[in-house]
Structures are given as structure tokens and as C-alpha cells.
């Protein structure tokens, strides 16, 4: 039995399952979810831990190893944390602020001293190892390396233990051909397979031979050819990071919704589609989720019942003609279509920099609520992707859903060995 958590923003997700090899599927895989107290947030970092700590004896006293297994306190804790949205995820100070922390500095440092110092508290064997080690995964001698590509402030941290890296170790445990692992959800990141030698911008030692894995953090990837609206723009300025993260305020769940709504407001100031007034609730930002953008999307009633019922829920509009319904879905669906193109570009770009398209398979995991459930978004990055590459080429490039399921991704940092192994 393996053991791993994942820190999110406002929660910690649990996971324990068994890991059989030879691709095998996870075997009595458990999953629970447990929402950090706001005391525990405004807290100190060991308070957090302790927390941690005092939850993970719960759980594995629920889901405690079997007789005939080697014993938890021989085993490693798999520990990644998730970053969702521009209020990214941190650990340090006296406050819990979920930012983005180095996996080279004194921030992981901390994270695993003072957990591994609430774990024996509370009387749990299971230890966090250096997060870098535990990165060392599997049976392929992968060496894992973070690098950012973007400026980093000076009140910043560079490196974030992202668990994409998780999703891309599960990802090769099923299949050898898994070169990169992309996360569509609140927020998005990538991570791929490389050689050593591709890493020149590396500032510490690397392996002399094997391979790397890159964790991208491609959200913040920008450039002039990308395809900005001044709806991007506007709502690049009134967010908590403006420049930054400008491909992830384009592609994300957190923002589509956003995106639609700003585009409707200056519908229904310029073109009175919701009447001669426009309807006040319109005008609160983040007020339309992505979830309930997607219902509407893909409403197929004849009338457009399901985008009546939620423009009615959310924001208070009534007197809808049926042409604005049509008209509020087509603003969704070129949203959502420009979002996706972007993303399987993004995918394109990966396999095209490891020089694997033209006669090497390569597969791709997604993970994430906006490609899991999306179905719309899902089928325009499938579409893009084959329409970049063509027939022929098209079919070396296996793009589909993580196996292991959301929040799997410790359990095979857990199962893998450390470089003294």
C-alpha cells in the first residue's frame, strides 16, 4: 500500500492504493478529500502540517497495510500541491499564503522538515523525502528538473512541486510512450519527458545520461502571437497577477466563464441583447462559472431551455428571446474553441520540440475538470491537434485521459525509488 497527498488551495486530497507493476491498474485505490479550517490557514506553517499529520493518521488507520505487506514506516509519503488559479499556492511565513515555493530552496526544505516533524509526532513512519529524490521515478531512471520560463520577481520563488509531475509519472507507469502529461482544469500546467542534454538553462548539476522531466509552468507563457481580445486584456488588468499567467487566463476553467461574461456585458450595452438595461448581476466578475458556461454550451433543447435557466439563476435575466439564447451560445462556443485550439497547440509544440512526430508514438495524458467533462472543449483540442498535424502524422500522437484518476499522482512519487535505492 502507497500513500501520497496533495496540498490544494483550500483543501488536502488523501490517496492510498496498491500498485501491482507491469502496467497493472491501481488495486483498493481510496480517495478523501478534507477542507483546511480557515484557523489552520491563517496559522502557521507547522500548524498546517500538524494538521496534515493528524488527518493522514485517520486515513491510514481506515486503510492500513495488509498483513503479508511491507509495513507503512517503511514506505515514503508522495507529497505534490496543486496550484489552481492566480492565487497560486505557497507555504512560508507565519500565514498560509498557498504561493509557489522552490523545490531548490529553503522553502521545500522547511516543507519537508516540519512535516516529516508532524508525521512523527503524531506517530506515523511515513516520511516525505527531498522532494528533487522523490522526483526519481519509476523503473526508467527518470530524473526529474523544474524549470520556469518566465521573470520572477523579487518577492517570488521560482520552482513549484507541481503534482502534474505526478500525473506524468502515472502516465509512464502505464505505458513506456507517455512523453508529456497536461493539466486542463482551474488552472492548467505541463510537464514532459526529456534528455539531459536538453537541459542547458539548468543551473545545478544534472545526470550525466537518462532523462528529465521538465515541469514548464506553461500558464505563464506569453508572446505577441498569441490571439489577445481586449476582453483578455481588460481582464488580464483586473486581476491579482496582471502580466502574468497570460496563456492560462486564455485557456483555463477558471477564466472561460469570465471571459463570456465580459464579452456579454458589451453586448448589452452596445446591442441591448438582455433589453434596454443591463441586468446588474452581469456586472460582477467570476459571476459565471465555467461549469455553467459549458451546461449552456452544450444545451441541445430546441428552444434553449438549459442557457434560459441559467441566465435566469445567475444573473437575474428573464425576458430572453430566443434569438439572444442562440447568440449567448455561440459566444461560448468560439471561447471555448479558440481556448482548445490554443491548448492542443501547446500539445503539438511539446512533441514537435522532442523531435517525435514524424515516426515515433507519443502519448499525452490529460488530467483536469475542463477536459474530463467538457465535452466540447475536449473534441475541439482533438480536432485541433489532428487538424495541425494531418492524417498521416496524426496518428502517431495518442492524446487521452490520465488513468489513475485525479489526485493519483503522489502514489507513484510514493512507489518510486529513491536515488540510493
Not at 22 to 34: A, F, R, T
Not at 202 to 228: A, Q, R, Y
Not at 377 to 387: A, I, P, T
Amino acid at each position: 500500500m502507497y500513500y501520497g497527498v496533495n496540498l490544494r488551495q483550500t483543501k488536502i486530497l488523501m490517496v492510498c492504493g496498491r500498485l501491482q507493476g507491469k502496467n497493472q491498474p491501481i488495486s483498493d485505490l481510496y480517495v478523501d478529500e478534507v477542507p483546511i479550517p480557515s484557523s489552520v490557514m491563517i496559522g502557521t506553517s507547522q500548524e498546517l502540517y500538524d494538521y496534515i499529520a493528524a488527518e493522514l493518521v485517520k486515513f491510514v488507520s481506515a486503510h492500513p497495510e495488509k498483513d503479508d505487506e511491507a509495513p507503512a514506516n517503511d514506505k515514503k509519503l508522495g507529497f505534490t500541491v496543486s496550484s489552481g488559479d492566480d492565487q497560486s499556492t505557497a507555504i512560508s511565513g507565519s500565514n498560509i499564503k498557498l504561493k509557489n515555493f522552490a523545490a531548490d530552496t529553503t522553502g521545500v526544505k522547511d516543507l519537508i522538515t516540519g512535516m516529516n516533524r508532524a508525521l512523527e509526532k503524531h506517530g506515523l513512519k511515513l516520511r516525505v523525502h527531498a522532494l528533487v529524490s522523490i522526483f526519481t521515478c519509476l523503473h526508467y531512471s527518470i530524473n526529474i528538473v523544474y524549470k520556469r520560463h518566465f521573470r520572477v520577481d523579487s518577492d517570488s520563488r521560482i520552482e513549484q512541486v507541481d503534482d502534474i509531475v505526478g500525473n506524468l509519472a502515472g502516465g509512464r507507469y502505464y505505458d513506456k510512450d507517455c512523453v508529456a502529461a497536461i493539466t486542463l482544469g482551474m488552472g492548467t500546467n505541463a510537464a514532459y519527458v526529456d534528455t539531459t542534454q536538453s537541459a542547458p538553462r539548468w543551473h545545478d548539476s544534472l545526470p550525466k545520461k537518462g532523462e528529465i522531466v521538465v515541469c514548464m509552468e506553461w500558464g505563464n507563457f506569453n508572446t505577441c502571437h498569441l490571439p489577445i481580445t481586449q476582453y483578455d486584456t481588460s481582464l488580464d488588468a483586473a486581476s491579482s497577477n496582471p502580466g502574468h499567467r497570460i496563456f492560462e487566463k486564455m485557456i483555463s476553467g477558471m477564466y472561460l466563464g469570465e471571459i463570456v461574461r465580459r464579452v456579454l456585458v458589451r453586448m448589452a450595452q452596445e446591442a441591448a441583447l438582455f433589453g434596454q438595461s443591463v441586468p446588474p448581476k452581469l456586472l460582477i466578475p467570476y459571476l459565471l462559472r465555467s461549469p455553467d458556461m459549458a451546461a449552456m454550451h452544450q444545451d441541445t433543447s430546441e428552444d434553449r431551455e438549459v442557457v434560459h435557466e441559467k441566465l435566469k439563476e445567475i444573473f437575474g435575466i428573464t425576458n430572453l428571446t430566443t434569438m439572444a439564447r442562440e447568440l449567448v451560445a455561440e459566444v461560448c462556443d468560439i471561447v471555448t474553441e479558440r481556448g482548445a485550439r490554443l491548448a492542443g497547440a501547446g500539445t503539438v509544440a511539446i512533441v514537435k520540440k522532442l523531435g517525435r512526430i514524424a515516426n515515433r508514438r507519443s502519448v499525452i495524458i490529460m488530467e483536469g475538470g475542463l477536459y474530463e467533462h467538457y465535452r466540447i472543449f475536449r473534441n475541439y483540442l482533438h480536432s485541433g491537434v489532428w487538424e495541425m498535424l494531418g492524417n498521416e502524422l496524426s496518428d502517431n500522437i495518442v492524446v487521452e485521459h490520465s488513468h489513475g484518476g485525479a489526485g493519483t499522482g503522489p502514489l507513484f512519487l510514493a512507489a518510486s525509488p529513491t536515488p540510493d535505492s
